[in-house]
Structures are given as structure tokens and as C-alpha cells.
């Protein structure tokens, strides 16, 4: 399939027209950014790990029930999905306290939370994706309640199918981000990614970092996480031993 027009270049993914409308391509790049792209690197092949990632546990998901805007893959860093319309917020799930959140309240990371937390943040470069409470976004009319309550219940239902698939190849799902979008006939969608650039997995066995992490805190290894978290997810269909 041939790439239309650059509709929109992120941090780690550009997006194309493609012939058909209604849907869009998306070329995963092998740049990687941390800290609202004050940091920036890459690794060769990158891009195709995440979106063999993606779309792996894209097709998981859609088996379990969730719409998602992927279609099919094209290439080896390309995949064409329904174009959608983004909801401006970031919706993160937690399992155990980790990142900004063991950094607000001083408390150590690892900590199990009695149950899972859904979190919006605002998707605003230039404000730094702020945290936004439920009630402000409806009292400032940005989303409906009835939409927040839909990804909310959207999110933990991919938060039980992945904590499942990813302790089946011995990974703990700490935290992660979705996005979700509107497609033409109005159906939310769940978008963007899911890859190690946008979860928290640990090692199950040695409590090791298998995610961007590696890369915001000079771990070392990042190329090699990413590549182990794609072996150990295909691993699942091929029924082979870790
Ligand atoms: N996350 C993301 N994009 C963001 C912010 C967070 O993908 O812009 C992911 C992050 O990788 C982690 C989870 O969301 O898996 C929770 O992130 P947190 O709020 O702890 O922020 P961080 O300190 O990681 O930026």
C-alpha cells in the first residue's frame, strides 16, 4: 500500500493517508523519548519491535472483546489502522506505585495497590500532560461523564486481559497508558500503542526492568528488553518454553 500525505509526526510514530479512506497508516520510527522529549535516543529496529508488539496484543485484545483501531499490517514498521479522532487524555492504569506516583508521595516503588487506579492526564505537550481529576474534566466541559466512565471501564478490562498475558510469560504489568479514539461512525476505539515505551513490566523472577525505564534511568540493555518482552509474547502462540 502506498503512503499518502504525513497527516502527523509524534515522538516514536508518524501517521500517512493511505488509498482508503477511513484509514491511515502508522510507521513506527526507532526514536525513543523520555521526559517530554528532553531526552531523546533510538535503537535499530525499534520501530519494528513496538508495532509487533502492538499488534499482537491489539489482536489479543480484539479477541477478548475490545475494539481497537488496527486493521492490518503492512510492512515491517507499518500498520494500517481506522482513522480515528483522539480523546485528549492519556488514561493510565496502576497495579503498584511506580513512577510519578512514587515520586509525588515519596513512597517506593512496588507497592501493590488494593485495587486497580484509572488516571486521566491531558494530552498537552506544552503543558507537560497534566493530571486531570474525573470531576474537572466534566465540570470544564472537556468530556462527557458518560465518556469517562467508558474508557475507565475499557481500561481495566485491557488492565485484566494484559495482567494475564503478561504473568503468562512471567511479566509484571506495574502500570500502563492507553489512548482511545472516535472513529467516523462515532465508536470509541482503543488507539495508539501498547509496547514497552507506554507500560511498566517487571521480570516476575528478578524483579528486572523490561521497559522504557531502562532507557529514562541508564539501565543499559534497552534494546534487548524490548526484544525479549516481543520473544516472550510470541512465545504464547508458538507454545514455546520461555
Ligand atoms: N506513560 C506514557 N506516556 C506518558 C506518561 C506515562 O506512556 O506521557 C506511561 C508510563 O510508561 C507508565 C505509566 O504511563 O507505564 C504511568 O506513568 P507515570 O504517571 O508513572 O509517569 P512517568 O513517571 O513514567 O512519566
Known amino acids: 500500500m502506498k503512503k499518502g500525505q504525513l497527516l502527523y509526526e509524534g515522538k516514536a510514530k508518524k501517521i500517512f493517508a493511505s488509498e482508503i479512506p477511513g ?23 525499534k520501530g519494528r519491535i513496538n508495532r509487533e508488539i502492538t499488534t499482537l496484543l491489539f489482536q489479543k485484545l480484539e479477541r477478548a472483546g475490545i475494539a481497537t483501531h488496527w486493521l492490518k499490517d503492512i510492512g515491517t514498521n507499518d500498520m494500517l ?106 465508536e470509541i476505539l482503543l488507539a495508539d500503542e501498547i509496547t514497552p515505551d507506554c507500560c511498566r513490566l517487571w521480570d516476575l523472577q528478578t524483579a528486572e526492568k523490561m521497559d522504557k525505564d531502562r532507557f529514562r534511568r541508564d539501565l543499559g540493555k534497552v534494546a534487548e528488553s524490548y526484544q525479549e518482552v516481543l520473544r516472550r509474547l510470541q512465545s504464547i502462540d508458538q507454545g514455546a518454553k520461555l
Open 23 to 45: 484509514q491511515v497508516i502508522v510507521e513506527y520510527k526507532d526514536s525513543l523519548t523520555a521526559f517530554n522529549s528532553q531526552k531523546k535516543g533510538s535503537f535499530p529496529e
Open 81 to 186: 489502522v481506522r482513522s480515528v479522532k483522539i480523546i485528549p487524555f492519556e488514561v493510565v492504569v496502576r497495579n503498584r506505585v511506580a513512577g510519578s506516583l512514587a515520586a509525588k508521595l515519596k513512597i517506593e516503588e512496588g507497592k501493590v495497590l488494593t485495587h486497580p487506579v484509572v488516571e486521566f492526564y491531558y494530552k498537552d505537550d506544552a503543558l507537560g500532560d497534566p493530571f486531570v481529576s474525573k470531576e474537572q474534566i466534566v465540570a470544564l466541559q472537556m468530556e462527557k461523564l458518560n465518556t469517562l466512565q467508558i474508557l475507565e471501564a475499557r481500561a481495566l478490562q485491557i488492565n485484566s486481559i494484559l495482567l494475564g498475558l503478561f504473568f503468562q510469560v512471567g511479566l509484571d504489568l506495574v502500570d500502563f497508558k492507553v489512548e482511545f479514539g472516535r472513529d467516523r461512525e462515532n
